[in-house]
């Protein structure tokens, strides 16, 4: 794999429409930009990937402050693309692989298909395919219904102590946490994972979040629409986006590898590190760099 490392400082912020986004540099090799928060990805990728891969971590807007006259009002699909793109040109990343989480994936995907010019490939991770409707929700419920008893009575009692005194006393970014940690059943190969220490140091924008949720919400995806690599990672035990709601969806990516994990849940390359870390770099390996082009709208 050629080594195309990016010289520039290690840390340091980069300055958008509405606020700064903190980034943070690691390792050597094939750029690849992280999108989500730098704290939390940055634990969840093994430090042996930073051996061949340069990991670029950023923060994007619902982990960074507001400048104060920003509306939240203004988050968008557009605003959050146009944000990596800012981040890709600031730090020169041509010939990126753009690499998303959950959420994130889908910012990785609607960015390959708004700005292709620069992408090697796109990487999604325990991601959702846009646009569900009543037969993958149907999929879902019936994923979890085939879910162990076990797993099932846990999810049950740990979500009976997401009371109402325990929401009133927790500001509304702490009680996203405990809510997300105490989903464990539905995230983790092992349900009595305790996924608390990801999340030290993040800071959440809970207005910006909310609305980046909307914004995804209203996004579908029609088939040939983005012909960027896309390789999909997934976990057998991920019960809040199983695997089986991307069995009706894979086909619209024309170029596509799924790959899926049998002993992780919603995030693979801290379960089964080793394994993801040989299917990533196999497939880094294997892409062919991007032409010119300008971004599509």
Same mark, same amino acid.
């Given at each position: 794999?050629?080594?195309?490392?990016?010289?520039?400082?290690? *840390?340091?912020?980069?300055?958008?429409?509405?606020?700064?986004?903190?980034?943070?540099?690691?390792?050597?090799?094939?750029?690849?930009?992280?999108?989500?928060?730098?704290?939390?990805?940055?634990?969840?990728?093994?430090? $042996?990937?930073?051996?061949?891969?340069?990991?670029?971590?950023?923060?994007?807007?619902?982990?960074?402050?507001?400048?104060?006259?920003?509306?939240?009002?203004?988050?968008?699909?557009?605003?959050?693309?146009?944000?990596?793109?800012?981040?890709?040109?600031?730090?020169?990343?041509?010939?990126?692989?753009?690499?998303? %989480?959950?959420? %994130?994936?889908?910012?990785?995907?609607?960015?390959?298909?708004?700005?292709?010019?620069?992408?090697?490939?796109?990487?999604?991770?325990?991601?959702?395919?846009?646009?569900?409707?009543?037969?993958?929700?149907?999929?879902?419920?019936?994923?979890?219904?085939?879910?162990?008893?076990?797993?099932?009575?846990?999810?049950?009692?740990?979500?009976?102590?997401?009371?109402?005194?325990?929401?009133?006393?927790?500001? !509304?970014?702490?009680?996203?946490?405990?809510?997300?940690?105490?989903?464990?059943?539905?995230? =983790?190969?092992?349900?009595?994972?305790?996924?608390?220490?990801? =999340?030290?140091?993040?800071?959440?924008?809970? !207005?910006?979040?909310?609305?980046?949720?909307?914004?995804?919400?209203?996004?579908?995806?029609?088939?040939?629409?983005?012909? *960027? /690599?896309?390789?999909?990672?997934?976990?057998?035990?991920?019960?809040?986006?199983? !695997?089986?709601? =991307?069995?009706? %969806?894979?086909?619209?990516?024309?170029? %596509?590898?799924?790959?899926?994990?049998?002993?992780?849940?919603?995030? /693979? !390359?801290?379960?089964? /590190?080793?394994?993801?870390?040989?299917?990533?770099?196999? =497939?880094?390996?294997?892409?062919? /760099?991007?032409?010119?082009?300008?971004?599509? $709208?």
């Amino acid at each position: 794999m050629t080594d195309r490392t990016t010289a520039h400082p290690r *840390t340091g912020e980069i300055e958008v429409d509405g606020a700064r986004l903190p980034y943070r540099i690691e390792g050597r090799g094939q750029p690849c930009l992280v999108l989500g928060s730098v704290a939390y990805y940055s634990r969840v990728f093994s430090q $042996s990937l930073r051996d061949h891969l340069q990991l670029v971590f950023v923060d994007l807007r619902h982990f960074a402050a507001s400048d104060s006259a920003f509306s939240p009002d203004a988050v968008s699909i557009d605003l959050y693309t146009a944000d990596v793109e800012r981040v890709r040109q600031v730090l020169g990343l041509d010939d990126v692989v753009v690499i998303g %989480h959950s959420v %994130h994936a889908t910012i990785a995907l609607e960015f390959a298909r708004r700005y292709p010019a620069h992408v090697r490939g796109v990487v999604m991770v325990g991601s959702s395919p846009e646009g569900i409707d009543d037969e993958d929700r149907a999929a879902d419920d019936q994923y979890w219904r085939e879910a162990s008893e076990d797993r099932r009575t846990l999810r049950a009692r740990t979500r009976a102590e997401l009371t109402p005194e325990l929401k009133a006393s927790l500001a !509304p970014s702490d009680y996203f946490v405990r809510e997300y940690v105490a989903a464990g059943p539905l995230h =983790w190969y092992d349900m009595t994972y305790d996924g608390t220490w990801l =999340w030290e140091g993040t800071e959440l924008n809970m !207005p910006v979040l909310e609305r980046l949720y909307t914004a995804v919400d209203h996004l579908t995806l029609a088939a040939g629409e983005v012909t *960027t /690599p896309v390789l999909i990672v997934h976990g057998r035990y991920d019960y809040g986006s199983p !695997p089986v709601l =991307w069995d009706r %969806h894979r086909e619209k990516l024309p170029v %596509h590898t799924f790959v899926l994990f049998d002993k992780s849940g919603h995030t /693979p !390359p801290l379960e089964e /590190p080793e394994l993801v870390d040989e299917t990533l770099l196999a =497939w880094i390996g294997a892409l062919e /760099p991007v032409g010119d082009g300008s971004p599509t $709208s």
